[in-house]
């Protein structure tokens, strides 16, 4: 009896000793997700700083500047003065009478300089815009990784643990059995 009250304390820290195991395993994976889930934090909140260059940066200011409302309101105010000016003064005095030759040039060239530089910023934005998709698809993707990889050690656990309980089962049933014939043993001496 006794050596069978060892067996059954022996059995029992094994099998407390892998539930042990398992629920480390398992804090052990959701550990390594929590730490994998800061680096990507700590990326997206301190992305690397992007260096431009004295090119880029007037690019940037002049397509900043071209495209908002004070670059049309003080184009209309100067080619207004401009007109207003050659339209009122004698034609001696105009530096540029009425079919505004000068202005249509100087405008062409405005629109023939600013066009590039506008696309030029417009293209540099493009790339960034494109590596930032790039980055989300590369976040999303390793969000998806690290769930599939957290489902198959949890099946894996789950799995291993299924067959450890058929196994104490097992055990416990042959436990049964062996009280069962004492019993019986036991019954059959009474009689």
Known sequence: MQTKKINNNKINEE??????????????IVQKTIQEEDLILNNLLHPTKETLTPSQKISDRVAQFGGSWKFIISCSVVLAIWITYNVNVKSSEAFDPYPFILMN???????A???????????????????????????????????????????????DQIKKLYDLQGVQLNMLQEINKKLDENHQTKR
């Open 105 to 111: 040039l100087i405008l062409s060239c405005i629109a």
């Open 15 to 28: 099998v407390t000793s892998d539930e042990n195991e398992f629920i480390q395993k398992l804090h052990d």
């Open 113 to 159: 300089l600013q066009a590039p530089i506008i696309m030029m910023s417009q293209n540099r934005k493009e790339e960034k815009d494109r590596m930032r998709s790039e980055n989300d698809y590369l976040i999303n993707l390793k969000a998806e990784m690290g769930v599939r990889s957290l489902h198959q050690k949890m099946d894996l656990l789950l799995g």
